[in-house]
């Protein structure tokens, strides 16, 4: 009797060990807070604020849900010109893990040195993506991102959220909404706000049938020459994102590895 109730126990170890390995990231940081909601996992240098398991986990499934309640769906895809070390970058990324959807990423640092081929490398960006999110700072390293994206997409200085129409360019025919990370609307009125994109409302299995695996797509990658993408490599699964260490923070969470990011700006 208790070698068979031995036998049972290790089997379930297994099972629940079986399990973990194949989740998504997201999944992940869920039995993470879960199994110790308390723990300290980031701390972000600008404005000292730490966030522990629980923070990650409720910010970036309320993100996962915003996207979702707009209509997106597991496969569309996430263009960011946000810093890696923008604490909302790190939530992105897991909300992408959690929805299932394909996150891009493009060197915003390129904006400070030469604004006029930052502009060529969003446009190029957004065409080899077929992005259907573009998320974007509002202002940081001394430039205007949104003054930048509005070059390049001149709709949305005319478009206005408040009236529920779906925006529409033809310039990228694929791209269906734009997020900044600012406080206030003014000259934004086609754009919505990255806080207003977070939705607490706990219902993300109403939305997410089948959870993300392992083998889930996640992380679009950008082959880059002189600063401009030129074509799209293949995109990494939630495994070889954590293999490939290609997003430090969000793997260092998994791995309850105690980070310091250094770095202004924005945070939640």
């Given amino acids: 009797m208790l070698r068979s109730i031995a036998a049972n126990a290790l089997r379930a ?4 060990a079986i399990r973990t390995f194949a989740a998504a990231g ?8 879960s199994a110790n909601p308390n723990l300290d996992v ?5 404005k000292n604020i730490t966030w522990t398991t629980r923070h990650v986990q409720y910010y970036s499934e309320s993100l996962a849900i915003g996207f979702l309640e707009m209509g997106f769906t597991a496969g569309d895809v996430v263009l960011s010109w946000m810093p890696q070390h923008f604490s909302e970058q790190m939530v ?6 959690k929805s299932g959807l394909v996150l891009y ?5 390129v904006a400070k040195k030469d604004p006029s081929k930052a502009q060529q490398a969003l446009k190029a960006a957004l065409e080899l993506t077929k992005a ?19 070059n390049v997409i001149p709709e949305l200085r005319i478009f206005d959220t408040s009236t529920g129409e779906p925006f529409v360019t033809p310039r990228f025919p694929h791209l269906r909404l734009a997020v900044h990370t600012g406080f206030d609307q003014d000259d934004k009125y086609g754009w919505f706000p990255l806080r207003h994109m977070v939705v607490p409302s706990q219902n993300l299995d109403s939305f997410v049938t089948t959870p993300p695996t392992d083998q889930t797509p996640l992380a679009g990658v950008l082959k880059v020459q ?3 993408p030129v074509k799209v490599e293949p995109v990494l699964t939630n495994a ?10 969000y793997c260092s969470i998994l791995q309850k590895k105690f980070h310091t990011v250094e770095g202004v700006g924005v945070i939640f």
Avoid: M
Avoid at 92 to 97: E, G, H, R, T, V
Avoid at 132 to 150: C, G, Q, S
């Fill in 13 to 16: 170890r297994r099972s629940v």
């Fill in 26 to 33: 997201g999944s992940q940081v869920d039995a993470l807070a």
């Fill in 42 to 46: 980031v701390r972000y240098e600008h």
């Fill in 92 to 97: 992105l990324q897991f909300a992408c893990s």
């Fill in 105 to 109: 990423t493009l060197d915003p640092l």
């Fill in 132 to 150: 259907n999110i573009l998320i974007t700072p509002e202002a940081t390293n001394d430039v205007n991102y949104v003054n930048l994206v509005h």
């Fill in 226 to 228: 002189d600063d401009i």
């Fill in 240 to 249: 070889q994102v954590l293999e490939k260490n290609i997003w430090p923070t």
